[in-house]
């Protein structure tokens, strides 16, 4: 399945300005669109990056520019490819396509399986993001669209509904987590912690390497950084 | 299985304070325990509240009253099902037993059903919390011990490989999702919202009559109260 990976190397990641200097955000950002790769490649998906702009390294696959806002790249894109013109259709249809976003650092080819099934089995398939977000999907029918402002979780159902296409939704922790926020370094760092991931985890162990660890203090637990 | 649902009735939910006054906490804290016995029940469990003291409510399962911090009181009811002399043991080892949070207000029985069938395969299965937390388990070693303090995930695979113990972790976005913060209703609104559960959601409908609604501003969607 083709997985477009949308990223964005105009001030990426801005959300964590509190705790990474604009260089150390855009090193963190590729790091963590490597890892998604990965996870794409070993769920057996085929991934493409969608940039806001040029990529300066080989990422291993394909890689689109547009520099429109992510809703409107994302929607030329799912028209290129389930549109009734340019898309490759078959006697069932057109092939699903997902999308998947390039922070989900916690990702795992496990947890895209799943996605890439529901998403063979419904017409439209949602992995929600934590606070109301769409962190990934896979769609076949040409008239979806997206909405990426405010709760596009919802604004997505309710598209779908409105088309009248079936939905399944992927319950996740690893593909609700967008990393967006300090406090979702934690996330990142627990887990990879958990799964002693020594050979996986680039976002993980570059976060290591800049000196965050985790600061099990009072409540959920943080991160501090050395 | 047995699913022992741990639940405080001595200033519960104390971090919703900036939002909600204590007599409200306490009347949403039992909704959602309303909630999470309903999944269980759902899901085929057989719940047991294990509270910190009497719960003035007919909660339609057994109530059994531990003054003793969370850790103590689980490991105490642990102890008794799992324990060499209280198991109920047969040839195959003792019956699993499960622990869910009483803050799990997302939970649904198809989650709680993957973390049952997680927990029936491998020796501990876990549903990790965001934050690091333990949301819910599973358990069938009578060696095993739990120790809520800190990140109590990273603690729980720790003991459970210090005994040898095969491990599952139940990726799932509802189970992970406690409500302890004000971020934590706009997930439970959401999801409210998505599924359009006009028939359950106890906690939901709570929160709704007491005048909340989701705030679509900027980034993750939160909420305010009218």
Known sequence: ???????????????????????????????????????????????????????????????????????????????????????EG???????????????????PEALRELFAAGREADIAIAPGRGGGTNAFVASRPEFRVDYHGASYLDHRRIAAEIGASVAVVDSHRLATDVDEPADLAELLIHAEADDAADGGRAARWLRDAGFALDAGNGRVGVERG
Chains 1, 2 share one sequence.
């Open 90 to 108: 078959n006697a069932d249809g057109p092939e699903p396509v997902a999308v998947a976003m390039a922070d989900l650092a916690l990702a795992t």
């Open 1 to 87: 399945m083709e997985v477009i990976v949308p990223f964005s190397t105009d001030r990426p990641k801005s959300r964590l300005s509190a705790v990474l200097d604009p260089d150390e955000r855009a090193a963190f950002a590729r790091a963590m669109l490597r890892d998604v790769l990965a996870a794409v490649e070993g769920a057996g998906g085929d991934p493409r990056v969608l940039a806001t702009g040029p990529v300066d390294a080989d990422l291993g696959c394909p890689v689109a520019v547009d520099g429109r806002p992510l809703t409107d790249a994302v929607n030329a894109a799912l028209d290129a490819r389930l549109g009734g013109d340019g898309g």
